[in-house]
Every structure is written in C-alpha cells, then in structure tokens.
C-alpha cells in the first residue's frame, strides 16, 4: 500500500492544463481491413472493433492482448512467463492459429506455430488497429477463422513535427524507454522512426526479458495519384522460461551443480532468443473516380533459439527454426457506377523453413546433429462484388481460389448483406468458408523419440456465420452492438501421442461453438464514459479418448488399445465473459479509468489416466474463473509533459489463462497453472512535442 501511495503524490503536486475531451460515436469511422477498400464502419458486413494511437495510449496496457482483450469477443492467453510469456488472441473461442495477425497488410503469425506473439509488438509504432470478426479467408486467407486484426503503424503527417520521449518504471525493475519521431523534409518526402528498449526480472525466477526494437517508415507521398511507403522493422528479445509453477512443497533439485527447478518455476535453465524483422514496400493511390490500386512487396525473417533440458535425465535439445516469408500481393478496386464496386486481387508467397537442432546428454554436451529444411509457395486469385439495389440494402459475394504447393486447391467464397433502416441503426448478416493449412512444424518436424512431423496432414476447413446489430443511441453519446455467431472446423489438427508414445500432428473430427457477444458504451456526462462488453461462448472439440501413461518419458500406449472419438467441452474456452470501464476525469483533472474483468472457469486440459492397469479414466483439469481491476491514471503537466500511473490486477487475484505439466526428477508429471503476474505498479512521463 505504500509503494501505491508514493507512486500517487506526484499527480496531486503538479496542475494540470488540459481538460477531458468528450467522445462522441459514429457509424461512419472508415474501416479498410473488411473490404481492402476504405468503406464506413455502417456498410461492412462484419462485427468490427476499431482502435486508434488514443485508444492505446491511454489504455495503460503493455501489449495488444491486453488492450484487446476488454472487447466483446476477444480472449486474450498467455503463458504466465511474464517478461518472455508468448501471448496470443482468441477471437470468439477460435485457438489463436485461427486469428491472423497482420501489420501493414503483411501477415506476422509464426508460420512454424501458426500463430502470432503478441508481446513482440510494440504498442508506441501504432496508429490504429482494426478487429474484423468472422471468416476472412476470403480476402486473407489460410488461418483466418475467428477473424483478423490488422495493425497500421504511424507516418508522418504534412506541416506537423511528431516528437515524443517516454521513460517508464515498474515492480520487478521493469522499465520501458521509447522515442518517436516523424515530419516531412521537403516537398512529398517524410519518414517516421520509433525505438524502444524494455527490461524485466519478472516476478518469477527465470521469468526476466530483455527487448531492443526500432521502426522505420519512409513515405512519398503525391496525393491521390500514388502513396509509396518503405516500412522496416526489427525486434530482438532473450528471455527465461520459467514454466508452470510445480506443486506447493516442491524442492529444488540439482543435477551436476545446475538447479533445475524450485516451488517457483517448472525450469530454471530454459530460455529462448527471438530475431524477427519485417520490410514492406507499399504503392497504393486512386488515379481515378472510379479506381484505386493496391500493390505490396513483403519480406519478414523470424529466427527462434530455444533451449530446453529435462530434470528427469539431464538431457534436452537446443533448436534454432528460422522462417523467412517472401511475397507479393495487388489488388484493384473498381466502381464502375456509384452503388457497385468490384475487389479484384492477386497473391504469391514463398515460405522458407529450416530447423537446426542438438540433442544434449545428461552433462548438457550437443550430441547428435539434425537439420532439416523445407519450402512451400502459395498462390491465390481472388474478387469480391458489392451492389447496393437500393439505399437501405447492399449486397457482398465474393470467392478466392488458393493453391498450396503442398496440399492443393481450396476454393472459399463468402457472403454478406447489410440492412440500414436509419442512418443510426445497421444489421449485418455474414456467411463465410474458411480454411487453415497445416504449419511446416506439423508437417515436416524432425523425428525423434519424442516427437515427429506429420506430411500426410490435410487443412482445416469450415465455416462462420454471424448476425450483429449495431446501434447509435442518445445522440451519439452511446453506441451499442450484438452479434449472434456459429462456426465449424472440420478435419482439426492436433498434436498427440501415437502407438509408439511419440507426439505428432493428426486429423481429428470436427470442433465448434455457437454464442453471443454484446456490448455498449455510453457518455451520460461531458467526463464521465461507461463501456460494457459481455460474451457467451458454447465451444465444444471432438477428440480420441485413449490412454497416455503419467509415470515416465516416453508416454506408453498398450498394444492393440482401443480409441474412441467423444464430444466434449473444448479446452481453454470460458463460456462467459464480462468486462466493464469507466472512464473518469477525476478532481484535480485526472484522467482515471478502472477496467474490471471477470472471465469464467475453463477447461484447461484433459487427460487419460490409469487405474488398474489397462483400465483407464479420462481426467478433466479445470481453471478457476477470476476477476481483475486495473487502474490508470494520466495527467498532463504544463504543455507537453504527461506523467501516467498504471496499477494491474489491484486485487492480486491469483489466476491463470493455460495448464501444463511439471515433469519431477523421477519423470514423474503432474498438471500445474501458468500463473499470471500478481499486483503490479508502472509510472511512465511522457514529452510529446
């Protein structure tokens, strides 16, 4: 309670000199991630969640997960590794390899994972971020089942000098230190340059981070005729990997002078090493009424190093996977009279993937070598029509035909209609196919007596489906939206156990969920904003009920073991949450805004134990529901200074979003929590010019 008291004098100290600014709704923000094309938030067939450099700054939070993660929809996983912790999206109970994350247009999802770290992407190069729900192969292809999120960085902007230093500090000596920095030079010449440096001990051992990143836009920009940007970025981050937290009463255990683990930490020696850079050239303009145009070059490099020792045997693996993307991609859009356009698109990827890896001995002395490599392409065409009959109606069909060099064509179309009955009320109807090709981990993984790939793997396919109503009420000081949604995946991939005990990837049946996500903001007073968001999700996965072993490495199967396919609750989805801010300016002119958060229990995983035998019992691990509070509060000093307080989960809630399992000396596994970080403070200034 002290350090919370301390961390408050100085905004009772210093006066303040601006006053909150009243927000006001609207149906016709412009949305471009829906369409490829700049069309109003009303007339998209989507549920959308928009946000801007506003939105994030005063947010408080530290990364796209966690300002996210208080929309209708969207639930927001870690690890609990705190400083290092991957951190994913699930939008609408779709695991995180069904939500493609995009930055600039250009896909940033691990293609070896399939998914995206949120926690590599630095929130001060943001200048807006769009959330479209539903199927998005259409437009964006393989993964996009839940929906996408499309991240625009900042650029310059003509006859203005952005200028901004930020240096902040927090518990478990974290720190964050920013600059940003864009104008014009001459004529239609300007650039924009972000770094960033952030350190953290975490709140368990081996739970630190150390992260260097810089960004760099150079833009050309000659009105309508032609915007030619160059954008590059590059991200380096070491960090532990603590784990799950082992049982209460565990001791620590040393093998040849090295601490394995403790009560705190599952490891205390695994740690990893990301280099992830991205170059995008960009032309786009409309040279005329009735065109505009679209063409992108791309190429992204994500070089992962993970180490990784067993406690049971002293052995382990040291992995280095690198994944280059390189690609190309157009589109036009042509209106040839005022109530149609029609969307008209190419694309071509190459995907490189390498895997170089030791296996350690017991001393943690490289042994047996393997590096293996693989290359895939794809290739897709893509066009979408919009024809509105009359004013209150408008009318979306489209269809992509991809081909995967390693499985294929898949052709996916969608659907939309959106009804305007007033210029404050719009409804929407979407129906769309989706599909999600197997990663190259999946398909080409080295074997080992753990683990292989599996090249005889077939995508996912299925579909989305949703309604929403969206709504402009008091003025439009309120704003509210309800979305009904079905989806389906057929042919799942998931990785388990064979006959052998070894773990590859496998096609299962089918998984899916049906639910609602509601949600209104409101400004009853010129200081006071309220924003409710609630979410009911009944997801379900069909998966193989047979047995794995608990009491040593490899897992075993009997010979000759009799599976079966069950339906059951699906795993790490809450069925409801609910979010609620209030947003405040406060006596003295603070801005204040609390954040409350409750999510459900979940299932965290299920297991097939042993009784007797071979008789066996399927075991479900539950994760208990929890609820947060966060607080911020934000003052402006004098003109251009801006001092901000973030306190995180105020309460110290206990809780955790993923299950694992802590393997003991003995080889011995036992189902533990990730724990998430307890109470946390964070005091940043701000000099923005």
């Not at 690890?79 to 069904?98: M, N, T």
């Not at 992995?319 to 036009?332: A, C, K, L, P, Y």
């Not at 994760?623 to 306190?647: C, M, N, P, Q, V």
Request: net charge neutral; aromatic share 12%; proline share 5%.
């Amino acid at each position: 309670m002290k350090r919370f008291l301390i961390f408050l004098i100085p905004f009772i100290l210093f006066p303040s000199m601006r006053g909150y600014t009243e927000e006001v709704y609207r149906l016709d923000e412009i949305v471009v991630s829906s369409t490829k094309a700049p069309e109003e938030r009303a007339e998209i067939p989507n549920a959308i969640v928009l946000k801007k450099s506003e939105d994030v700054e005063t947010s408080g939070a530290k990364t796209i997960g966690e300002l996210l993660a208080n929309e209708p929809g969207i639930d927001w996983l870690t690890y609990g590794d705190y400083g290092g912790a991957s951190q994913s999206l699930w939008i609408r109970g779709v695991r995180a390899d069904g939500t493609q994350v995009f930055l600039n247009g250009v896909n940033v999802n691990s293609p070896s994972l399939g998914e995206a770290d949120l926690s590599k992407i630095p929130l001060e190069n943001i200048e807006k971020i769009e959330v479209v729900k539903g199927s998005g192969s259409l437009l964006y292809g393989s993964g996009a089942i839940g929906g996408i999120v499309n991240i625009f960085t900042k650029e310059p902007k003509k006859d203005k000098v952005d200028l901004k230093l930020k240096a902040g500090y927090g518990t478990e000596k974290t720190y964050r230190l920013s600059f940003e920095h864009g104008r014009f030079l001459k004529g239609p010449f300007g650039y924009y340059i972000t770094a960033g440096r952030t350190e953290t001990d975490g709140f368990r051992e081996n739970g630190d981070l150390r992260q260097n990143d810089a960004s760099l836009k150079l833009l050309l920009d000659k009105g309508d005729a032609l915007n030619l940007s160059l954008y590059g970025d590059y991200v380096e981050a070491s960090y532990g990997v603590p784990g799950v937290k082992p049982p209460k009463g565990t001791e620590e255990f040393v093998r040849n002078g090295i601490a394995f683990y403790n009560d705190e930490s599952a490891s205390l020696v695994n740690h990893g090493k990301d280099k992830n850079g991205n170059l995008v050239l960009e032309a786009k303009g409309k040279p005329g009424e009735r065109l505009t145009y679209n063409l992108k070059g791309f190429h992204r490099y994500m070089n992962n190093y993970y180490y990784q020792r067993y406690a049971s045997l002293g052995t382990g693996g040291e992995t280095w996977v690198i994944n280059t993307v390189d690609g190309i991609e157009g589109n036009v859009n042509i209106y040839p009279f005022e109530k149609a356009r029609f969307l008209l698109g190419a694309e071509y990827k190459e995907f490189g993937w390498k895997n170089d890896s030791f296996d350690l001995d017991a001393s943690g002395k490289r042994t047996t070598r393997q590096r293996i490599k693989a290359n895939i392409y794809t290739k897709a065409l893509f066009a979408e029509g919009e024809l509105r009959p009359v004013d209150a109606l408008k009318l979306i069909a489209g269809i992509r035909r991809e081909d995967h060099s390693t499985f294929g064509e898949e052709y996916v179309p969608r659907f939309g209609v959106v009804l305007l009955p007033s210029d404050k009320i719009s409804i929407k109807l979407t129906h769309g196919r989706h599909f999600r090709a197997p990663t190259p981990n999946d398909l080409f993984w080295p074997e080992s007596m753990y683990e292989k790939g599996n090249p005889d793997l077939k995508p996912e396919v299925g579909w989305h489906t949703d309604l929403t109503y969206e709504h402009l009420l008091l003025s439009g000081k309120a704003f509210f939206s309800l979305s009904l949604f079905r989806w389906r995946v057929d042919r799942k991939i998931q990785w388990e156990p064979d006959a052998n005990g070894v773990w590859c990837p496998t096609n299962l049946k089918d998984y899916g969920a049906d639910g609602l996500e509601a949600g209104l903001r409101v400004s009853p007073l010129d200081n006071l904003e309220l924003s409710f968001s609630y979410t009911y999700i009944d997801a379900y996965e069909k998966a193989r009920e047979y047995t794995v072993q608990d009491y040593g490495w490899p897992p075993l199967i009997p010979p000759n073991f009799q599976y079966s396919i069950v339906k059951r609750q699906a795993t790490l989805v809450p069925k409801n949450h609910l979010k609620v801010g209030i947003d405040y300016m406060a006596p003295f002119s603070i801005k204040t805004k609390l954040t409350l958060r409750y999510v459900d229990d979940r299932v965290g995983t299920y297991r097939t134990e042993y009784t007797v035998y071979p008789n066996t019992k399927t075991v479900k691990y539950t994760i208990g529901s929890y609820w947060t509070l966060d607080l911020r509060l934000e003052k402006l000093i004098k003109e251009h200074f801006k001092l901000a307080f973030d306190a995180r989960n105020i309460f110290d809630e206990e809780y955790a979003t993923r299950l694992g399992t802590f393997y003991d000396k003995t080889g011995k596994g036992t189902v533990c929590p990730y724990p998430a970080p307890g109470r946390s403070f964070f005091l940043s200034l701000s000099y923005e010019f």
